[in-house]
């Protein structure tokens, strides 16, 4: 009886610890569910932001390749030379007593004339020199981008009536036509896309409005441009995407179908498809996932343009584009099950414990072996891992500065210099700040080493650097870029202020006495940074005035001066 009294505590305690230990791993069971469930949601959402980022950036350059296409024909119209034959044909028609009976008769005179016949008329307004202008313009752009971006392109004058066009159009008179009224009433005209019985294309129609110095309105140009560049970006866009079952929709603003990589004819009624009347702002992703527990569902993301209002629509297949995620879940599932075994529990918060500050510190090193020396190390226990952790971020510190810096003096390297001239140029050309840089090296070095030897020559490239960083702000970079070559980086300086620098450097060197061999001279050449400047042109021209400099006999500062 006492010995079963006796063991009853001991049963108490013990059943204290599995409650204790199922407790806890309920809760935190229960949190890392919730955890992961939002996560999910949050990663889902990241995801589809992402996509629509993507979707975002593909009209984009729809956009601008239409723009960059208009813009062809916008600088063409302010000219003085188109200007002046609109004047004119004006003026000529003015002088008619009857002008509206003119182009009404040319007009039906035009309509009559069957299929492709050209009368005298047609020819006249066809082959005149300004149409011959706009026609070299055309075949210029066609050949550069190895197809037919115009299809067609003429002038009307103030009255709507042709002046000069690449080619026979359907009539004659133009002010009877919609585009031809908007572009006078507003300035321009933008079309869906159509096909162009005229131009004999896919296209979407141009038109915009021409005036005189003064401001006065005097015809109207209209360009039908060919879409099929548009078609093939899209399919490279389908073809070049990690994800192989993307597809793609390009829409009017009303639902007709512009391109599908689904192979839905041109201009369907797409209008009532679910993804298009769910499509209700500038931007964003639809997901048609959760009614099928995200298999075999589908993701739209979508983004209008801000010129045409046409819509892009990126389909992709939830199951390919979730793929993670749903692993996460399968995950969660099995830790779930396992869970309800208090052995397994207790072992995997004991391994967790213990191995996941372990884990972080291998991911770190292998971070860390693979070249990632900016990876940071926030393991901070007070144990052996943590001393582990302190270790290794003394050691990744080292491996920093070593791979950064020349070891022998102490100027940081070119790897460096990869990293920093290029912010630098950014910085500058983002906040339109004074940048120069400056490249010197040693005079007749090659003659120290063959007469004093290489431990003689680098007693004096480490003197050099150290006399190059005496003299420098704390703002400036010192680079050893080669043998005896060094690159200084001189934010917030003009040629004036890189000079002064410069020449402070090159006297400083000029007058110290070197052990054993006396005085040493170096050569400095200057650019400063341009707008237009890339890192390749900046160190060009730099490099050419360093040349000056040894041209030019040498211990001197030659500056290349702007263009």
């Known amino acids: 009886m006492?010995?079963?009294?006796?063991?009853?505590?001991?049963?108490?305690?013990?059943?204290?610890?599995?409650?204790?230990?199922?407790?806890?791993?309920?809760?935190?069971?229960?949190?890392?569910?919730?955890?992961?469930?939002?996560?999910?949601?949050?990663?889902?959402?990241?995801?589809?932001?992402?996509?629509?980022?993507?979707?975002?950036?593909?009209?984009?350059?729809?956009?601008?390749?239409?723009?960059?296409?208009?813009?062809?024909?916008?600088?063409f119209i302010v000219s003085k030379y188109v200007r002046d034959i609109l004047t004119q044909a004006n003026m000529d028609y003015e002088k008619m007593d009857n002008v509206q009976g003119f182009i009404n008769e040319k007009?039906?005179?035009?309509?009559?004339?069957?299929?492709?016949?050209?009368?005298?008329?047609?020819?006249?307004?066809?082959?005149?020199?300004?149409?011959?202008?706009?026609?070299?313009?055309?075949?210029?752009?066609?050949?550069?981008?190895?197809?037919?971006?115009?299809?067609?392109?003429?002038?009307?004058?103030?009255?709507?009536?042709?002046?000069?066009?690449?080619?026979?159009?359907?009539?004659?008179?133009?002010?009877?036509?919609?585009?031809?009224?908007?572009?006078?009433?507003?300035?321009?005209?933008?079309?869906?896309?159509?096909?162009?019985?005229?131009?004999?294309?896919?296209?979407?129609?141009?038109?915009?409005?021409?005036?005189?110095?003064?401001?006065?309105?005097?015809?109207?140009?209209?360009?039908?441009?060919?879409?099929?560049d548009t078609f093939e970006y899209l399919r490279k866009s389908v073809a070049s995407s990690r994800y192989k079952d993307v597809r793609i929709i390009l829409t009017t603003r009303d639902g007709k179908n512009i391109y599908s990589?689904?192979?839905?004819?041109?201009?369907?009624?797409?209008?009532?498809?679910?993804?298009?009347?769910?499509?209700?702002?500038?931007?964003?992703?639809?997901?048609?996932?959760?009614?099928?527990?995200?298999?075999?569902?589908?993701?739209?993301a979508y983004a209008r343009s801000k010129a045409f209002g046409w819509i892009l629509f990126e389909e992709y297949k939830s199951d390919a584009l979730f793929t993670s995620l749903n692993r996460l879940n399968k995950r969660l599932s099995l830790l779930a099950l396992g869970m309800f075994s208090l052995s397994l529990i207790l072992g995997y918060f004991i391994a967790k414990t213990i191995s996941r500050p372990i884990e972080r510190l291998k991911n770190i090193a292998h971070d860390i072996g693979d070249g990632k020396l900016e990876t940071k190390i926030d393991i901070h226990s007070k144990d052996e891992i943590g001393e582990l952790a302190a270790v290794l971020g003394r050691m990744t510190d080292e491996l920093k500065h070593r791979a950064t810096t020349d070891h022998l003096t102490q100027a940081f390297n070119r790897a460096k210099l990869d990293g920093v001239l290029p912010m630098e140029l950014e910085r500058a050309r983002r906040y339109q700040r004074f940048l120069s840089v400056a490249i010197f090296d040693i005079d007749y070095f090659k003659k120290v080493n063959d007469v004093y030897g290489h431990s003689t020559g680098d007693y004096v490239l480490k003197a050099i650097a150290d006399i190059a960083k005496?003299?420098?702000?704390?703002?400036?970079?010192?680079?050893?870029?080669?043998?005896?070559?060094?690159?200084?980086?001189?934010?917030?300086?003009?040629?004036?202020?890189?000079?002064?620098?410069?020449?402070?450097?090159?006297?400083?060197?000029?007058?110290?006495?070197?052990?054993?061999?006396?005085?040493?001279?170096?050569?400095?050449?200057?650019?400063?940074?341009?707008?237009?400047?890339?890192?390749d042109s900046l160190f060009k021209r730099a490099d050419a005035a360093l040349y000056q400099a040894k041209s030019n006999g040498r211990n001197r500062i030659e500056i290349s001066q702007p263009a």
Do not use: C
Not at 19 to 33: D, E, H, K, P, R
Not at 267 to 296: H, M, P, Q, V, W
């Open 470 to 535: 005496n003299n420098m702000r704390k703002t400036n970079y010192l680079f050893r870029i080669g043998g005896e070559e060094f690159l200084i980086i001189i934010p917030e300086a003009d040629l004036n202020g890189a000079s002064t620098l410069a020449e402070r450097i090159r006297k400083a060197i000029e007058i110290y006495k070197f052990e054993g061999i006396g005085t040493i001279t170096v050569s400095f050449g200057i650019a400063q940074f341009k707008d237009e400047d890339t890192v």
């Open 107 to 228: 007009d039906r005179e035009w309509k009559s004339s069957p299929g492709k016949t050209i009368t005298p008329f047609m020819k006249k307004l066809i082959e005149n020199e300004l149409s011959d202008s706009i026609r070299k313009k055309v075949d210029f752009y066609n050949a550069e981008h190895k197809y037919k971006i115009y299809g067609e392109v003429f002038l009307t004058n103030k009255f709507g009536a042709n002046v000069a066009q690449t080619g026979k159009t359907s009539d004659f008179r133009q002010d009877d036509e919609e585009w031809w009224q908007s572009a006078n009433e507003h300035g321009y005209y933008l079309r869906d896309v159509s096909y162009d019985e005229s131009a004999d294309v896919y296209s979407t129609d141009i038109a915009l409005k021409i005036n005189n110095e003064e401001g006065r309105f005097i015809g109207v140009i209209k360009v039908v441009l060919n879409i099929e």
């Open 2 to 75: 006492n010995a079963v009294l006796e063991s009853i505590p001991a049963v108490r305690i013990l059943y204290k610890l599995i409650l204790s230990f199922f407790a806890i791993v309920l809760i935190i069971g229960i949190t890392s569910y919730i955890t992961i469930r939002e996560s999910h949601i949050a990663l889902k959402k990241e995801i589809g932001e992402t996509v629509v980022s993507n979707t975002v950036l593909v009209v984009k350059e729809i956009d601008n390749r239409i723009f960059e296409r208009i813009n062809h024909f916008n600088e």
């Open 261 to 300: 990589s689904r192979g839905d004819k041109f201009l369907k009624d797409l209008s009532k498809d679910e993804y298009f009347t769910s499509a209700n702002g500038e931007t964003g992703f639809i997901d048609f996932s959760e009614e099928k527990s995200g298999r075999n569902g589908k993701l739209f």
